[in-house]
């Protein structure tokens, strides 16, 4: 591999904004870095004027999702089978849904970064920034300026790590929420520890300092992380699942969750302490209101991806001997009938009665789950040894 080769890896619908790919190819210039690559994975349009712009400040390498003949040549000229290319980057939800799960699009940047030779892959969504909210208060606000580079290869750089990551400052997913039964609805979609904050607080996040409480972590982000290629003997490729519910596709959150424990105890991971921003709902420093429709899409989304995610995510951290909440499956699965028919009250939004039924058919097709995620590591196994052979 090329000594220090760096590469930007993100995903997108169409790329019609220099945002926020400008920034981080600005932050990074500032800071001495050469990025040598932008990976673009995307799905439907490119605005040619924002690509000529990009392309002046660094090579771009475009990828369509779903349908990229480049790296279906990459990998079977390595000596990978239709079969097991297609477990790796197979679309089985996009003719009919135009759905593609996290796992799988995030598996289209890994194989683009291997086949250009990257060294340091650094992924960044399309909602963050390089730069940390430091206060907020009575809708004033201030940011600190980072070297998201540099931060994320001082560390990754340290004797076995193999990925770092951190959390995010500005608002959390959720705006401020609270209803009669509401906290069954979380506990049924397994995230009832952020009750108190969400049912309380509408301030977000910020953080005056950084980088002083460097941690191992199972918690992996993938808006705010870098990996270490070099250690692809070691590194997984990424997993999630999804649903189809009344002939609706709805992907499974946590791509970069499950992306943790199989690197736990293989390698190091590295919680940074780089809470980078977040710009979640596009129009910060607006208060975020659940009643905006996008917001109450957002929040509906949200709880169905944690309710299709779940019961994998429990599996594999039953694999790994990780500790977790308590968890009792029909006591939750109770929890959820109560709060999503008081969430769909309250919204007057009957998609929320569907989270039950997501429940139940998430722990039906759990073995199937798995066993696509098992031939998709064996797969994965085979492309560590020829990759190693070249």
Known sequence: MKKESKAFGIITRN??????YYTFLK?????GHIVDHLIIAYEGE????????????????????GDSPILNSFLFELGLTKEEVYSILGTPFNKKYKMIAYGTSRNYVLIAALMLG?????????????KILSQFHNGKFDFINIDFVGSHLKYLKEKDVCLTTSDYTGYYIIPQINFPNFKKLLYGVQKEGMFDAVSTNNIPVSKKNHSQNIVETLKALGGNMA???SRIDILPPFFSTALVLDDECFLGRGEDTLFGPEVHGAGRCMNIDLFVFHNCFGDFPKKPVITIQKNLDRFFYACMGWVIRNPFLNWIREKYSITFEDFDKEKRYEALLIGS?????????????????????????????????????LVWKKLRQLINKE
Do not use: W
Request: with cysteine; glycine share 2%.
């Open 15 to 20: 790329l019609f904004d220099l945002e926020p």
């Open 27 to 31: 932050n990074a210039a500032e800071n």
């Open 46 to 65: 490119i605005n040619q004027s924002v690509l000529a712009k990009l392309q002046a400040k660094c090579q771009i390498t475009l990828i369509k999702r």
């Open 118 to 130: 990257i060294n340091y892959l650094m992924f960044f969504d399309t909602d963050v920034y390089p």
């Open 227 to 229: 990996l270490d290629l």
């Open 341 to 377: 028919k008081a969430a769909a009250e309250y919204f007057n939004d009957n998609r929320f009665l569907k989270l039950p039924r997501a429940y139940k058919s998430s722990y039906e097709k759990l073995g199937d789950d798995i066993k696509h995620y098992e031939e998709l590591m």
